[in-house]
């Protein structure tokens, strides 16, 4: 689904930020990226998405290659950030709208307006989005009320939902449960579950090494640009994570060996 | 999709309390000025009937149109009718109501109906060119930072939308709102003037609908200023820096142009003036006196001819002189002008004048035409003098008190010039001044939106390469 094959970034004023990151997601998994400040978490989500650009390697989704075709890629992709804030004299309902339409717009530019009767219909409804909004657990009271009045949770919700009608099959979270309460992040989570049975990727950046080891599929420490570690669920289910994680911050154990394939083996002629 | 952006951006405008407060002050104030445009125009109105009264009256009166009266008077009135370009601006510098008495040779002006500083008066330069300027760069002062800092920026790139389409979209959806606060409440104000004043005038609608499209660069200049800022990473840096520009533009630019341009281009003191104009006048005198034995200082019949042609060419070296003297005000004003040219408002006020024949503009063909006026009334009066058999010719002005003395003492019956009624008094009176046509006034106008057009693709090139360059992380 998500493959970065040796994605290395050095920004203008000489730091390096990545080098050589590797990672390879299947469809349906939730991956998560683990690592202290600086260690390059949020620029690797910041390079998929296209907000700084990658000074070496390349990222496919679905196959399609970043470097190739970065629109056609980017549609695949659904972004939700630490902070969502989206605009604040708009109703939650109203952002969704806003995001719906583009979405909606977008694919039938990149479909050629091969877009299936099912969006088509269901975007032009009213009740469509109010549904979507109410199955990421946005309350009817608030739907109709300036995002400004909404709390960090509830922001969440909408972003989600903003990324649920985007229909891109792979999300991108950077630091989800940063400042959510407990409630909240358990809403969140229950969320998070509920797209990953239902087939969407998800990869999210965090601290929270409780909730990783919890809902992740697959775990994934990054130390100054690097990555250090990459463990399934089942590796780790008889280890203390937290300790494994301060070993590799602090310098105590080596970094694994990467077993990444070529990157001449993902490329689609 | 350009569309749903566009109109999300104008929506959220129009959700803006910033907004909401703007367009309420400006009704106000475009209705304001046409009420106080109104009672400004029924005032100069008042003034300019009670002048024309007075001025149909002396041309009917006798001692006024004797053509030896009139070398003494030497004068030419030029009236100027108010007009509805009052509402547009009250022209301080230079007076809407031009009660002009341009003294033969040697124009000069009176001006009447100024008071206090013109760039704050309510009138349309005010709200157009002062007021929305700053509202422009009010509204789109923290476009980008906001969109940045609200995360929506990035989300809309994830969506795969260029950045320059996001920035050309921006720029329009604020041209538009400008369209939308301007247009509605200026009609309003333009049709109440009109039923206020009732002098509804079709080419005035005209004049008033291309003051607001020419206004349209200069909103764009503060909008194009407003996103460049927008991009800055210090909200604080960036709210200073728009008071200002804005200050810099409104007050420091004209006080300095009018510091510098009486330094770069000095004049002399009144005192100087009419020193130089005593000197020219009577250094040529002495210098017949000279050439001619005394004979032009002499009072006998013999040597009138010579003191006749003495005094008159004197005149013309006093009025050469008077002459230098409007030449170097009109200099000095010029070149404050030019200085005053750095900041837009200026610019937007020059080309109003062009637009509404005020101002400086006017007062250039204003000479022109009082020059042409003075030299027919003039010929026309030697040839009707040199019809009447009893004048001695003698045009000049203290000829009548020679004549006086010459009769004294000789008995002739002769006068110094004709005492007939001068056969043409109409042209006495100019109420019509002709300045550029159609075509010649759009050159005009171009040429003086170019520098603002220059300074629009500028910062366009400079906001689109920021905004390639942004971290929107």
């Known amino acids: ?269 | 999709m350009n569309q749903i952006i566009l109109m999300k951006d104008i929506r959220l405008m129009l959700k803006d309390l910033k907004f909401q407060i703007f367009f309420l002050i400006l009704v106000a104030l475009f209705i304001l000025s046409a009420i106080s445009s109104a009672v400004t125009y029924h005032s100069h109105n008042d003034e300019y009937q009670a002048d024309l009264n007075r001025f149909n009256e002396l041309v009917s009166n006798e001692n006024y149109t004797k053509l030896a009266n009139l070398i003494n008077h030497r004068r030419l009135n030029v009236l100027s009718q108010p007009s509805p370009a009052i509402l547009f601006s009250s022209y301080s510098s230079f007076p809407d109501k031009i009660n002009s008495r341009v003294i033969f040779y040697s124009p000069t002006l009176d001006k009447y109906g100024q008071s206090g500083n013109g760039v704050f008066r309510l009138n349309w330069f005010f709200i157009l060119g002062i007021l929305t300027g700053f509202i422009m760069l009010v509204m789109s002062f923290e476009t980008i930072s906001q969109e940045k800092r609200s995360g929506t920026l990035r989300l809309m790139s994830v969506y795969g939308f260029k950045r320059q389409k996001i920035l050309w979209i921006k720029y329009i959806s604020y041209m538009l709102l400008y369209l939308i606060i301007i247009i509605p409440p200026a009609l309003a104000s333009m049709i109440l003037f009109f039923a206020l004043t009732g002098t509804w005038s079709a080419v005035f609608m005209w004049k008033f609908l291309l003051i607001l499209l020419i206004s349209i660069p200069f909103a764009s200049f503060f909008v194009w200023l407003g996103i460049f800022i927008s991009m800055g990473k210090n909200y604080r840096n960036a709210i200073v820096m728009i008071v200002f520009i804005w200050l810099f533009f409104v007050i420091i630019v004209p006080q300095s142009a009018s510091i510098f341009g009486k330094q770069l281009s000095p004049i002399k003191t009144t005192t100087e003036y009419r020193q130089a104009r005593s000197s020219a006048f009577w250094d040529e005198f002495q210098a017949w006196n000279e050439r001619e034995d005394d004979r032009a200082g002499s009072n006998t019949p013999e040597n009138l001819e010579i003191r006749a042609a003495a005094y008159h060419t004197s005149e013309e070296k006093r009025d050469v002189v008077v002459q230098k003297e409007v030449e170097d005000y009109m200099r000095q004003t010029m070149m404050i002008q030019k200085i005053a040219s750095i900041s837009p408002f200026a610019q937007f006020e020059m080309i109003s004048e062009i637009v509404f024949d005020k101002g400086l503009y006017m007062l250039n063909y204003m000479q022109d035409t009082t020059k042409r006026s003075v030299n027919q009334i003039t010929n026309l009066m030697i040839e009707q003098d040199s019809r009447d058999e009893n004048s001695m010719h003698l045009f000049y002005g203290w000829a009548e008190m020679d004549s006086n003395v010459l009769s004294f003492f000789y008995g002739s019956d002769k006068v110094a010039f004709s005492h007939e009624l001068f056969e043409q008094p109409n042209l006495l009176f100019v109420t019509e001044i002709e300045t550029d046509d159609a075509w010649g006034k759009m050159v005009k106008i171009m040429m003086r939106l170019l520098p603002i057009l220059i300074l629009n693709l500028v910062l366009m090139a400079g906001a689109v390469v920021k905004f390639e360059r942004l971290d929107i992380r």
């Not at chain 1, 050095?10 to 930020?17: H, M, N």
């Not at chain 1, 909004?133 to 608030?142: H, K, M």
């Not at chain 1, 239902?198 to 409780?210: A, R």
């Open chain 1, 1 to 269: 689904m998500l493959k970065i094959v040796e994605l290395c970034k050095t920004y203008e004023d000489g730091i390096l930020a990545l080098h050589n990151v590797c990672i390879d997601i299947v469809k349906g998994q939730i991956f998560a990226l683990l690592g202290a400040n600086g260690a390059g978490k949020s620029t690797t989500i910041n390079i998929i998405c296209g907000f700084i650009p990658a000074s070496d390697g390349d990222i496919w989704v679905d196959d399609i290659s970043l470097k190739d075709n970065p629109r056609l890629m980017r549609s695949k992709i659904a972004y939700l950030s630490e902070n969502v804030m989206l605009y604040d004299n708009f109703t939650g309902y109203q952002n969704l709208k806003f995001f719906a339409d583009i979405s909606h717009s977008e694919k039938r530019k990149l479909e050629k307006g091969n877009i299936s009767e099912n969006m088509e219909k269901s975007l032009s409804q009213k009740e469509y989005l109010t549904q979507i909004l109410r199955d990421v657990g946005l309350q009817d009271d608030f739907i109709h009320v300036n995002i400004s009045k909404y709390s960090k949770g509830m922001r969440q919700k909408v972003g989600i939902a903003i990324a649920l009608v985007k229909d891109a099959p792979l999300l991108l979270l950077d630091e989800p449960f940063s400042g959510l309460d407990p409630k909240a992040a358990y809403d969140f989570q229950k969320l998070l579950y509920k797209l990953r049975n239902e087939g969407k990727t998800i990869l999210m950046s965090t601290h929270d090494i409780f909730r990783a080891k919890e809902m992740a599929d697959i775990i994934c420490i990054m130390k100054e640009g690097e990555v250090v570690m990459t463990k399934t669920r089942d590796e780790l289910e008889s280890e203390d994570l937290n300790k494994i994680y301060l070993d590799y911050i602090e310098g105590r154990v080596a970094p694994m060996p990467l077993n990444m394939p070529s990157i001449s083996n993902f490329v689609v002629r």
